[in-house]
Structures are given as structure tokens and as C-alpha cells.
């Protein structure tokens, strides 16, 4: 159906593509997995014909024997969404927000049919319950800031299999997505691609998930193909130490390593598989929980009013109900639970950025729901936050000393200019970074550095409680295993005490000692983190557990 042979790719003096040459079978799923810069999206932009100018391109894209390299723009573009179509990774910035769900969907059609407009809509809305959208109808007026990201990305899907196309290229269609949506997604790609007999390109990083879709797999890394296989061969007797760490690099729920293994140890040879040992676990929670709790919610609630124009009837929304629960110094506190059900709206009244409808936020004592401004300031150095994302939380035009040493300045840490750089220095490297960092600007740096940028801000308040929310999610695994490492090192050098969110449940409950299961405003199950993992109480518990990909 496909073949790719010796593509090499480059933009200026910079080869990101190294004569790689695949084959997609007729009515097969071949995956390829890599971490962010591997060449998996550049390899897929170049056979849609995607690629900028400014690329310089050799070798060959066969589709049906005929070379996609040397076709006109017409050519590409009768086949581009037609014969070969493409789900975007990320879905907000792929819809557009001016333009409405159905709208968009309905456009495909009219490029490539000759359909009356009563025909495309039915069609439309055909396709909108063929990817199972709830309320086909009223979704087809919707805009995308309206519907939920899972929706937006079937929204996505039904664009992409509006023509019926015969190669489906999904480039990481179910990153940043919940687990129990991202299971969704996959068996929604499955069926449809058995319905419409597609050969698929399934684009991701996580090759636990990339085997429960794909029949094949190629391994990526650095512009590279560095092993091919089946699904199974690949997973259960990976040759390449890169393949190796891929597949060890993310938590499976199984084992707690004291280190998760990272590619650069793989590669080195110095992974280390030392478990922590049910002693070690006992006597760690014995002693942080002897003490009195630093942090405890009681009762919380939060609402919000939504409707407020003349012709709408105020409504209440409960974010967050009658919500309990203690916080011990030295431990980290796990919370989970699909997106809306409450995780970030209950740190950010935790932050006292929101204030809550009802109950207690008992801090070190001290009712923190009754403080005044002055007490909150004061307040903001003792608890800190490591946002999801690293680059919108970060002022592109501040260098990254400065993004640093702004907060320092602002809470009185350190007296001279002179003294804060050296402090911020010494910071940078502790998380991985160089001191010649302090002044360059995010956009020099990669996700999982300007991570660690996030993490450097946070501690350099040295705060006692850090709410780390989703700070991980979307992240290669590799870089996430990094980052993991990285904050359970600073936990046991400086003692912080974290709350950990998270819709992945096997990551949360690496990192958790207590783990708090929310659904729907409310805490399902509070226990153990072994404990919720290995014994679900909930319905709802157990449907998150088993959404997350296990590998073969």
C-alpha cells in the first residue's frame, strides 16, 4: 500500500531523517514508536505532503507505485483527507474555535464530493455517531471550546474518515488524554479500521500502548530505525538497549523501584532494578505518620455559578463536595481521577486561589480559608504548585534566571541580586540543568527541560508543600521517568511534602504513599497506594486501573 525508501530528511544544515525505509501492508496497523525529536511526525508530515519549503527531501514515498515526492500540489491535495488522512495529535489547536463542530467535518465533504449541503450534514451526523458522540445533533452546532478534549479528538477522528481513506495516519491521537478516554480512543481506532478495512500508522511514545493496536512496530530514535518487529516479538524480546528502556522507562503498577531505568542508563548500562522492600515502606510511613498532619482538609466544598445573563437561570455547580482528608510532612499524597472530576479545582482552593464554598483548610494549625491578603503572600512561599504546562507557565520574554529569581525577590530570599543568581545556579544543576542556563529563554530548551525550569521556580521558595498537578502527563516516558526520579530526589534531600495529580493511576501510585480516588466531586476510595491498586473497592477505581495499557 505504502512504501518509504531511503527518506532522509533535512532543514538547513540540521538531517532529522536518516534514509529510513518502511512498508505499510494493505489492511495492517503498524506502529512507530520514539521519543519527541526521533522523527516519528516528520516522517508522517512528509507522505501528506505537510512539510515546509524549506525542507530539502530524498528518497521515495510510493503510494500505490506512485512516487508522493514528485506529485504536483493538486495531486497532493485531491489525495490529502481523501485516499490519505491524518489525526492531529493535538485536537484544540487542530479544530478551529471560530468554526463550529460540524461545520468543519462537513468541509471534508465538500472538498472531495459533489454532496448537496442537506446530504453532507446527514453524513455528518452519521459520522459523529459512527466515532460516538453523544447528542450527534446538538454537537454538530457546537464549537470546540464547548465539547470535552475526548471529543474534540473523535470530532478529529470523523474528519479523518470522512472520505473513507485507505491509509489513516494517527500521530499521538491519545497523549494528555485520561486513560479511561485514551482506552476509548484505541478500541473506537480498532473498529473502524476493521468497518472501513484501513491500513493505519499509529504514531505514539508509549509502547505499552502501541502494542495493544499495532500488528508491527519500528522503533525510532534520533532519525533512525533502530528495530523493527511484531508486537509481540518486540515487546517480549526487545533487542536494542533503546527498545529496552521504552518499554521499562514507565511505572507498570507492578514493581516500585527505588530509580526508574531512563534510556541514557540503558545506553550506559548502569540501570538499576533495586525494589523498595515492604520493611522499608512499613518504617517510612511509621515515622512520618507518628507526627501531627501538616495539611487537613475537612469538609471541603466548592461551587460555581454558571448562567449569569439576563436570559439563563443561575446554576450551581459542585466541583468539589464534602471532601476529607490529612496530609503527613514527608509524604506524597496521590490524586486521581478523570478529567472534571475535581483534582485541579480542589488544589487550586488548597492554593486558597479559589476560595471554598464551605469547610476547613487546617495548615500547620491554622485555619488557612479565614487568612487575610497579608497572610496569604505569606502563605504563597509555603505552598507551591508545578503546573502541566511547563511553556505557558513560563513568560517567553524572562529569561530563566530571572523567571527564577522573580518569586525570590518578591518573598525576601536572599539579600543581594549577586547572592540569588549563585542560589539559582546551584538550583539549575540540582535539577539536572547548567548553570550557563540562567540566561537563556524558554524556547531554547526542550519539554522535559523547561520541566525541570517549572520544578527549579517551585523549590527555589523552598516551600513544604508542593502540589505537582499533571506535571508529568504530557511528557515522553523516558523524560518522564527523568522528571519522576528528579522529584522524588528533591522530596528526600529537601523533605517536601507533595500532592501528586494525575489521570494515570499506575504513575500515581509509584509515586504515592496515600492515594485519593476522585469521581465526580466526591473522594471514591482514600487508602494505601498498594492497597487501592491491588485491591479496588469501586466500581469507578477499578475501570481506571484497567483502562491503563499493560503491555503484552
Not at 512504501?3 to 512507530?32: A, D, P, R
Not at 534510556?263 to 512520618?288: A, C, D, L, P, W
Not at 513568560?395 to 518569586?407: L, R
Request: a positive charge; one cysteine or more; charged letters at 25%.
Amino acid at each position: 500500500m505504502l512504501h518509504v525508501k531511503n527518506l532522509s530528511i533535512s532543514f538547513n544544515t540540521n538531517q532529522v531523517l536518516h534514509n529510513i525505509s518502511f512498508s505499510l501492508k494493505e489492511n495492517e496497523i503498524l506502529g512507530i514508536v520514539g521519543e519527541s525529536g526521533s522523527g516519528k511526525s516528520i516522517s508522517a508530515l512528509a507522505i501528506m505532503g505537510l512539510l515546509a519549503e524549506t525542507a530539502k527531501i530524498n528518497g521515495e514515498i510510493l503510494y500505490r507505485d506512485k512516487d508522493l515526492l514528485i506529485d504536483t500540489d493538486s495531486e497532493i491535495q485531491k489525495l490529502r483527507g481523501n485516499e490519505i488522512a491524518m489525526i492531529f495529535q493535538e485536537p484544540m489547536r487542530s479544530l478551529n474555535p471560530t468554526l463550529t463542530c460540524g461545520f468543519q467535518v462537513a468541509e471534508v465533504f465538500q472538498r472531495h464530493t459533489s454532496l448537496s449541503h442537506k446530504q453532507i450534514k446527514k453524513e455528518v451526523l452519521n459520522l459523529f455517531d459512527k466515532v460516538k458522540l453523544p447528542r450527534p445533533e446538538q454537537l454538530y452546532s457546537a464549537y470546540p471550546h464547548e465539547i470535552s478534549g475526548g471529543q474534540k479528538q473523535r470530532v478529529m477522528i470523523a474528519m479523518a474518515i470522512a472520505c473513507k481513506p485507505k491509509i489513516l495516519i494517527a500521530d499521538e491521537p491519545t497523549t494528555a488524554l485520561d486513560v479511561t478516554v485514551q482506552k476509548e480512543i484505541i478500541i473506537l481506532l480498532k473498529e473502524l479500521q476493521k468497518a472501513y478495512k484501513m491500513s493505519v500508522l499509529f504514531i505514539t511514545h508509549d509502547l505499552s500502548l502501541i502494542s495493544e493496536i499495532a500488528d508491527h512496530i519500528m522503533v525510532m530514535y534520533k532519525g533512525n530505525i533502530i528495530e523493527k518487529g511484531t508486537a509481540q516479538s518486540l515487546f517480549t524480546k526487545p533487542k536494542e538497549n533503546y527498545t529496552k528502556a521504552l518499554i521499562n522507562a514507565k511505572p507498570n503498577g507492578k514493581k516500585r523501584l527505588k530509580t526508574l531505568p531512563t534510556v541514557s542508563s540503558f545506553i550506559n548500562g548502569t540501570t538499576n532494578f533495586t525494589e523498595y522492600t515492604e520493611e522499608e515502606r512499613k518504617q517510612f510511613h511509621t515515622t512520618i505518620y507518628q507526627k501531627k498532619p501538616l495539611l487537613e482538609v475537612m469538609q471541603l466544598s466548592k461551587e460555581f455559578t454558571s448562567g449569569t445573563s439576563w436570559f439563563k437561570k443561575k446554576k450551581k455547580i459542585k466541583a468539589v463536595t464534602n471532601v476529607s482528608f490529612k496530609i503527613y510532612e514527608g509524604e506524597t499524597v496521590g490524586l486521581v481521577g478523570e478529567s472534571g472530576c475535581g483534582k485541579t479545582t480542589l488544589s487550586r482552593t488548597i492554593l486558597r486561589l479559589e476560595k471554598p464554598t464551605s469547610g476547613k483548610i487546617i495548615y500547620r494549625g491554622e485555619d488557612i480559608v479565614k487568612y487575610s491578603k497579608k497572610q496569604l503572600k505569606n502563605l504563597r512561599k509555603e505552598i507551591q504548585i508545578i503546573f502541566q504546562d511547563p511553556f505557558s507557565s513560563l513568560n517567553p520574554k524572562i529569561s530563566v534566571g530571572n523567571a527564577i529569581t522573580e518569586p525570590m525577590v518578591v518573598h525576601g530570599i536572599l539579600k543581594t541580586a549577586k547572592e540569588r543568581k549563585e542560589y539559582v545556579c546551584d538550583l539549575l544543576e540540582k535539577v539536572g540543568l547548567k548553570a550557563e542556563h540562567f540566561d537563556r529563554f524558554p524556547h531554547e530548551f526542550s519539554g522535559g527541560q523547561r520541566q525541570r525550569i517549572g520544578i527549579a521556580r517551585t523549590i527555589a521558595l523552598q516551600p513544604k508543600l508542593i502540589i505537582c498537578d499533571e506535571s508529568v502527563s504530557a511528557l515522553d516516558v523516558s523524560v518522564q521517568a527523568q522528571v519522576l526520579n528528579l522529584l522524588n530526589k528533591l522530596k528526600r534531600e529537601f523533605n517536601f511534602t507533595y500532592i501528586f495529580i494525575s489521570h494515570d493511576l499506575s504513575v500515581v501510585k509509584y509515586m504515592a504513599d496515600q492515594l485519593i480516588v476522585m469521581n465526580k466531586g466526591k473522594i471514591e476510595e482514600i487508602e494505601d497506594a498498594d492497597t487501592v491498586y491491588s485491591s479496588p473497592k469501586t466500581a469507578y477505581t477499578k475501570s481506571l486501573i484497567d483502562a491503563i495499557p499493560k503491555g503484552i
